[in-house]
């Protein structure tokens, strides 16, 4: 048994059955492939290298046979490697990463001299999907021309994956990022291209300078939330109150702290579906002081109500997903009570669960819409599909129902409620 095989599929079976083709080239981010490709075998890929003689001066073959099993092509032999792996579709995907500016350049303008450039003219013409994960200095990343050619290979349909610019570097994108694209790129799912928004985290009332009222939300579900809409195909945004988990960087986030926050970013609102696991407060402080309150003597703390955001964010969009949290509770009357929230606010589900799940890597929830209530159980990814699912269940329910080109819920909020 080779040492790859005893790694397959450790982690998922998302890419299993999936070829992908990795071509790297001569930038010294060549060296955190090893890493990636072990991590996509950990996902069931079987995964080719193919390398130019630049990237072999960083990055051994020997090294990256151990990492996916199979020699790496370094150079186009009487096999025609490029075409029977490319024009012969038996690859899914061909990822360039690290791709430098020389061979971004290469590819716009049609130029074919190095084996990874041979598998890139051909996966384009072969309708092969190409990915590019960029990796030089910013200087390069910005220069017109180099500009102008990542243009033209948007054009033809290639996907760019980062760069993450930083510290003068246009820095090829993290490991994370390059598999969660891997799993979007190869994805088959309704939600291609929805624009979905998860509101998560925790509100944080300010009492004083120092004090603030929240609550003991981590955030776990709301970033599990983005990251597996994100890897079905979604356009992710995710609005972050207080967490204590780590947040993707490859989903674009803002962060707010108090609902007032929140409540102003509202109107921003532009979605085909919204999920809120947000814990936000109830109440807020009349008068927050400036300063920090002496701790030497007790002080009273008068309280007020906060908006609710729910109807407001339900004013801009036609699929909203709603979360009750509740301790104590027979399931019927946390169903209920879910049920009064979604009737109320004209929600298309409400998520309800019992407060001792908070921060567990495992949940156990109700799926509550008008006609149903079923209960979701397993990892937070699991929960998080069947989340999804309704969404696209709602989604497809609510094209159906409205005009050719209309998405967006109007303030009669007539949008689907079953």
């Known amino acids: 048994m080779h ?11 998302k890419l299993r059955g999936k070829t992908v083709v990795i071509g790297i080239t001569g930038s010294i981010a060549a060296v955190e492939c090893f ?43 009487g096999g025609t490697e490029h075409i029977t792996m490319m024009a012969a579709r038996s690859a899914d995907l061909l990822l360039i990463y690290p791709a430098t500016a020389n061979t971004v350049s290469k590819l716009a303008n049609g130029i074919d001299d190095t084996p990874v450039t041979s598998f890139a003219t051909v996966a384009l013409g072969s309708g092969i999907p190409v990915a590019i994960a960029p990796a030089m200095h910013d200087s390069m990343y910005t220069n017109p021309a180099v500009s102008a050619n990542i243009a033209r ?21 993290s490991r994370e990022e390059i ?34 009222i929240t609550n003991r939300s981590s955030g776990t579900m709301s970033v599990e939330l983005a990251r597996r809409a994100f890897e079905r195909g979604a356009d992710v945004e995710l609005w972050m109150g207080g967490c204590s988990v780590q ?6 986030t803002r962060r707010f702290a108090t609902v007032s926050d929140l409540v102003g970013m509202v109107p921003e609102i532009d979605h085909d579906a919204v999920i809120v696991p947000a814990a936000l407060a109830d109440f807020t402080p009349l008068e927050p ?19 609710k955001v729910l109807p407001l964010i339900r004013e801009r969009c036609p699929v909203v997903v ?11 009357e946390l169903v209920d009570r879910a049920r009064s ?29 008008e006609t149903e209530d079923r209960a979701i159980t397993g990892t937070k990814a699991e929960v998080s599909d069947a989340i999804l699912d309704l969404c696209i269940k709602k989604l497809r329910s609510w094209r159906e129902r409205s005009a050719p080109g209309t998405c967006r819920a109007s303030s009669s909020r007539s949008g689907p409620t079953t």
């Not at 790694?7 to 079976?13: G, H, L």
């Not at 709603?322 to 019927?332: I, M, P, V």
Request: include cysteine.
């Open 247 to 252: 947040l993707p960087d490859y989903i674009p």
């Open 289 to 307: 002081v400036s300063g920090k309150i002496s701790s030497d003597a007790g002080f009273d703390l008068d309280l007020g109500p906060v908006p």
């Open 153 to 173: 290979l948007k054009a033809w349909g290639v996907t760019f994956i980062g760069p993450r610019v930083s510290d003068g570097r246009a820095k090829v994108a």
């Open 3 to 13: 040492p790859s095989e005893e790694i397959y599929c450790e982690k998922s079976t």
């Open 179 to 212: 598999v969660a694209s891997t799993f979007k790129l190869l994805s088959r799912n309704y939600l291609q291209g929805k624009r979905l928004l998860i509101i998560g985290g925790r509100s944080e009332e300010p009492i004083d300078s120092m004090r603030i």
């Open 341 to 369: 929230r979604l009737q109320r606010y004209d929600l298309a589900a409400v998520v309800a669960n019992d407060i001792d799940v908070v921060g567990r890597t495992t949940s156990s929830s109700i799926l509550v819409t």
């Open 35 to 77: 890493g990636t490709i072990r991590e996509l075998v950990r996902h069931g890929a079987e995964v080719r290298v193919v390398m130019t003689r630049e990237a072999q001066k960083l990055v051994t073959p020997d090294s990256l046979e151990f990492a996916c099993g199979h020699r790496p092509v370094t150079d186009l032999t």
């Open 322 to 332: 709603g979360f009750k949290a509740e301790s104590g509770l027979t399931r019927q």
